[in-house]
């Protein structure tokens, strides 16, 4: 069974910064696409960041520039390191992965992500 278990959330001030951590299973696979993607009330889901089993990178065009996807597969721990924090980045932000992701095959994309675990609040206030 996948496992996702994210951590790390907060509330903080409008230019802050925050980092997120996120335990997986996803490692276990030689091939694999792990991300996140956040969900504001009242609005879409919306792609944050993915990398998958070569370092590819894919972030969305919100947080481009601003927030950073790295991983330590040796410790099964996605991050998500975010600077400059602004209001319109208050939302839940779920750690997911792309189930039975074949690199090569299909895009790592932040869109794509379609299994997740519980998610953790990110609150920026102005």
């Known amino acids: 069974q996948l496992q996702l278990a994210e951590s790390g959330g907060g509330s903080v001030q409008s230019g802050g910064s925050l980092r997120l951590s996120c335990t997986t299973s996803a490692y276990t696979s030689s091939s694999y696409c792990v991300g996140w993607f956040r969900q504001a009330p009242g609005k879409e889901r919306e792609g944050v960041a993915a990398i998958n089993n070569v370092n590819a990178r894919n972030y969305g065009d919100s947080v481009k520039g601003r927030f950073t996807i790295s991983h330590d597969s040796a410790k099964n721990t996605l991050y998500l390191q975010m600077n400059s924090l602004k209001p319109d980045d208050t939302a839940m932000y779920y750690c997911?992965?792309?189930?039975?992701?074949?690199?090569?095959?299909?895009?790592?994309?932040?869109?794509?992500?379609?299994?997740w675990g519980q998610g953790t609040q990110v609150t920026v206030s102005s």
């Open positions: 997911a992965l792309i189930a039975d992701y074949i690199y090569g095959t299909m895009t790592c994309s932040p869109m794509a992500l379609n299994y």
